[in-house]
Structures are given as structure tokens and as C-alpha cells.
């Protein structure tokens, strides 16, 4: 093998590797978005913030959402003792299609003092889109049942999606509308997010991969040309 050769077999297996690492950006997009609750209690209403961290991962043909509340929310005036309070919530689906999925979670692990901010354990709950796309999940109406009483907590700061996914609809189906938002974007489910970096990134893997692999063939024609010059 010439030292041509030797020198152009490296820089094509470079080329190609710095390509694929472009092309393999990510489709997920999370944020901790602090949501400020106005809580209706048996006492009277209350409000708190707690930022709310969403997470999914893929399970046969749905995702599993996982929401974790980083900070408590209302209080009670009595102690709760362990496993008297079983809380529940909605996520709220937007982008590809509108939906509310339903989550919920382990009663307290340990007693509450009273009027001590109430940490919620996480809250679990499947998601199976009806639509392939990007999909937005979004912290909705939390509840708290304990000692005979329901707490309702609504968020009211219009908090933006915790988690934005690419989803895929068992049987592939159409994706859904677009639009606009990001993590500090309105509540619910009315906006697609742009997700910024994950789509430039997939667009400068794409060009990335043709300048380089358009060099790499530039450097195998240059050789050849070497050599029907030197024969």
C-alpha cells in the first residue's frame, strides 16, 4: 500500500465517523419548570411552587411518564400519618395530538408533620400516541386525597412542557399539526415546542455528512490522479 493510500483510508474512516456522531442528535428535550399550584383545601386556599421534572421512556407501544415534584405543595393543618395521603395528577399531551394522561403515585412514605409543605411521591402513567410527531407533556391538575378530604391543586402561571418527544403511533401514524413553544411556553397542549438545538443539530448532521463525505471523495480522486500521473 502507498503512503496515499495509507493517508486517504483515515481521513474517509474519519469522515464518516464525524458524520454519524452528527446524524444521532437527540429527539428528547427536558426542562424542570418551576409550577406555581393555587390549591383549593378543606381549610381555605393555599398556593406553592414546586418545579416539576417530566420523564418518559419507551415501553412496548406507549411511553411510560414519570412526573417528580422537587418541592412539597399545600400542607395539612394535622399530622398525616404514613400512607394517609395518596396523590394523583394529569399531564396534559400537546403537538402531534391533544390528550390528558392520567398519573399516579405511591401514598407518603413517612408521616407529615402538620402544616409542613406535603412532598408527593413520583406519579407514573402510560401514554400511547395515536400520532407519530413531536408531542409536548405539560404538569396539569394535581389532587391529594388524605384523611376523607380531597385537595384539587391547578397550576396558575401557565407553566411551559416539562419533556418534548418525537413519538411514534403504533402503525405509524400521521403526524399531527405544528406550532409553536418551548419550555417556558403556555400550559396544556395547544403548542408544538421548537426544539432548537435538537433540530439544528439534525440539520448540520445532515450537511455535515454531505461536505465530508464529498471531501473524502475528493481526497480518493485527487489520489488517482496522482497516480495516472506518476504512471
Given at each position: 500500500m502507498t503512503d496515499r493510500k495509507r493517508s486517504t483510508a483515515p481521513a474517509l474512516a474519519s469522515a464518516l465517523a464525524a458524520a454519524a456522531v452528527l446524524l444521532a442528535?437527540?429527539?428528547?428535550?427536558?426542562?424542570?419548570?418551576?409550577?406555581?399550584?393555587?390549591?383549593?383545601?378543606?381549610?381555605?386556599?393555599?398556593?406553592?411552587?414546586?418545579?416539576?421534572?417530566?420523564?418518559?421512556?419507551?415501553?412496548?407501544?406507549?411511553y411510560k411518564l414519570t412526573m417528580s415534584f422537587q418541592k412539597g405543595v399545600s400542607s395539612s393543618p394535622v399530622e398525616l400519618g404514613k400512607g394517609a395521603m395518596s396523590p394523583s395528577a394529569v399531564i396534559q399531551v400537546g403537538g402531534a395530538e391533544k390528550a390528558a394522561v392520567p398519573v399516579t403515585g405511591p401514598p407518603n412514605p413517612e408521616a407529615v408533620p402538620a402544616n409542613t409543605p406535603i412532598k408527593i411521591t413520583d406519579l407514573s402513567g402510560t401514554y400511547t400516541p395515536k400520532k407519530s410527531g413531536k408531542a409536548t407533556f405539560t404538569a396539569g391538575v394535581l389532587t391529594i386525597k388524605a384523611l376523607g378530604t380531597t385537595t384539587t391543586c391547578t397550576p396558575g402561571n401557565s407553566p411551559g412542557p416539562s419533556l418534548q418527544l418525537d413519538v411514534?403511533?403504533?402503525?405509524?401514524?400521521?403526524?399531527?399539526?405544528?406550532?409553536?413553544?418551548?419550555?417556558?411556553?403556555?400550559?396544556?397542549?395547544?403548542?408544538?415546542?421548537?426544539?432548537?438545538?435538537?433540530?439544528?443539530?439534525?440539520?448540520?448532521?445532515?450537511?455535515?455528512?454531505?461536505?465530508?463525505?464529498?471531501?473524502?471523495?475528493?481526497?480518493?480522486?485527487?489520489?488517482?490522479?496522482?497516480?495516472?500521473?506518476?504512471?
Open positions: 442528535a437527540p429527539a428528547a428535550h427536558a426542562d424542570v419548570v418551576d409550577v406555581a399550584y393555587d390549591c383549593q383545601t378543606p381549610i381555605g386556599d393555599k398556593s406553592a411552587v414546586s418545579p416539576i421534572d417530566i420523564k418518559a421512556v419507551k415501553e412496548g407501544a406507549g411514534t403511533a403504533a402503525g405509524g401514524g400521521d403526524s399531527g399539526g405544528s406550532g409553536s413553544g418551548s419550555g417556558g411556553g403556555s400550559a396544556g397542549a395547544e403548542a408544538l415546542p421548537q426544539t432548537g438545538p435538537t433540530d439544528s443539530a439534525l440539520a448540520l448532521g445532515t450537511l455535515g455528512a454531505t461536505v465530508l463525505l464529498t471531501g473524502a471523495a475528493g481526497v480518493l480522486w485527487l489520489t488517482r490522479r496522482g497516480r495516472q500521473a506518476e504512471s
